[in-house]
């Protein structure tokens, strides 16, 4: 993790240090060997054995649990990645670890047996852990406290994201749907090279973050013994109540590559125009969305608040939460017209990827930002972890509601996420002002904060 002696690096690029373009690039090919891969997964594991191009034929009950199961490890080994750089070689090495285990784990993953399938998924769970929580914490390590341009670099590292994660589904879906499905992840595993030779390429960019706290050094043997403050304890508090809103989002959202994919693929009119458009390609929907309203979704937000209206994080989370329900209506209404007429248009997918795209802009990487803000710096990386743990523990969740679509029915599941997450989000809204009486101002001027910490040391030393 960072330590408290370092300072950011002040070469900038654009108006942002140019470290954060080297992890944008490093994440985008990350994203893009991830998504590649998942994009085929579940199609791969039901594609019939006697095929021209041969999967697993497992059913798609089969299918979703072990989708289930990959997705929540993926991103629950952040927890001990998170703690390896805490407390062994810092955020900038442990992504390095990662990258590689990842090189390795997609290039087995390419290699045409069942054994070789879940050796490359378990090297592929053990880079993400390593990677995902400390390249996140990097980037809010590049900004000073209370940097304004904090939150706009989480958005332009979300781009990257979807760059990656828009290119993917299209490039490795048509080539392992069409071609050959080891073609396809081996597609993935050249874009995670491409991504770790960035990496390697940008270190002279990033060496004043990510760094290891050094036993040697006062300040940092300080940080480490010195208890939590109430305030950092209450901020932690709030951050654990906003992880359950995470596991909630992710736990809908992520019917994108389990229930969502199979959908498309088993009961959705595909043809456009003569042409069969692959299932795998709906996986680019989401992405293109993000890259073509990202700007448009900050750009309201900042405009909303320079309003003087309510534009915290946690409100923005659960608007978030109620906008990506609201597209499930959307796979109720096609899931209506498939018991109609046999088949449902293409257009329902798209309009709930619409909607789901949205509500991500408004939750995401918000969350991701919120979390830079509050953690207790010594703790920097291991919260992150469990941030994605959070969403680890979604994608469970959301193989396990894929999973009871067999025997409820695709219109039960997606009508009652519909309702039931419009409700929570509702419920967050009413519940915001003891939430963020938690947070003791870390979203607020920086004299606001300073009075909180004032009041907090003039009580210790009475």
């Known amino acids: 993790m960072p330590t408290i002696t370092q300072e950011p690096n002040k070469s900038e690029l654009f108006g942002h240090p140019k470290g954060l373009y080297i992890l944008f690039f490093t994440e985008l090919w990350e994203r893009f060997s991830y998504y590649g891969m998942r ?187 010195k208890p939590l403050t109430k305030i950092e304890k209450d901020r932690v508090k709030v951050l654990l109540i906003s992880f359950l809103l995470i596991v909630l989002f992710w736990a809908a959202f992520e019917q994108a590559g ?29 992405s293109f969305f993000i890259i073509t309203l990202a700007t448009i979704v900050g750009a309201f937000w900042l405009k909303w608040k320079k309003k003087g209206k309510e534009a915290s994080s946690l409100f923005k989370i659960a608007i978030g939460i109620i906008v990506m329900a609201l597209g499930f ?58 941030y994605w743990a959070a969403t680890g523990l979604g994608n469970k969740f959301a193989g396990l509601i894929g999973q009871s679509a067999q025997n409820l029915g695709e219109f039960e599941i997606f009508t009652g996420i519909a309702v039931i997450w419009s409700l929570i989000g509702v419920l967050v809204i009413l519940l915001l002002k003891p939430l963020k009486r938690l947070t003791h101002g870390a979203e607020d001027n920086e004299g606001d904060v300073r009075d909180e910490m004032a009041k907090e040391l003039e009580t210790s030393t009475n």
């Not at 389990?258 to 989401?286: C, H």
């Open 258 to 286: 389990g229930l969502m994919n199979l959908y498309a693929e088993q009961k959705t009119d595909r043809n456009l125009l003569g042409w069969i458009v692959p299932a795998s390609v709906f996986q680019s929907v989401n």
């Open 39 to 225: 994009a085929l997964f579940t199609l791969f594991l039901v594609a019939e054995t006697t095929s021209d191009n041969p999967g697993f034929g497992w059913t798609n009950d089969e299918a979703l649990a072990l989708y289930g199961w990959y997705t929540m490890l993926v991103y629950m080994s952040s927890i001990p990645g998170g703690w390896i750089a805490d407390r062994l070689l810092g955020q900038k090495k442990t992504v390095m670890v990662g990258g590689i285990l990842l090189c390795i784990g997609h290039t087995v993953l390419a290699l045409n047996s069942e054994t070789s399938f879940y050796i490359g998924c378990l090297f592929i769970i053990l880079g993400v852990g390593c990677l995902k929580p400390n390249i996140s914490s990097m980037v809010g390590g590049l900004y000073k406290q209370k940097d304004e341009r904090r939150d706009l670099g989480f958005y332009i590292f979300y781009m990257g994201i979807n760059i990656g994660g828009f290119a993917a589904p299209i490039l490795c879906g048509y080539v392992g749907e069409k071609i050959n499905w080891h073609y396809g992840f081996g597609l993935a595993a050249i874009g995670m090279f491409v991504g770790q030779l960035v990496y390697i390429w940008g270190q002279k960019y990033l060496k004043h973050v990510g760094n290891p706290i050094s036993s040697k050094n006062e300040q940092d043997r300080e940080l480490l013994n």
């Open 329 to 386: 209506s959307f796979m109720s209404a096609a899931s209506v017209q498939y018991e109609t007429e046999g088949s449902s248009a293409m257009y329902w997918l798209i309009l709930a990827y619409l909607f789901h795209t949205i509500g991500e802009l408004c939750a995401s990487p918000v969350s991701l930002s919120f979390i830079t803000k509050l953690a207790p710096l010594k703790y920097a990386s291991i919260i992150m972890g469990l």
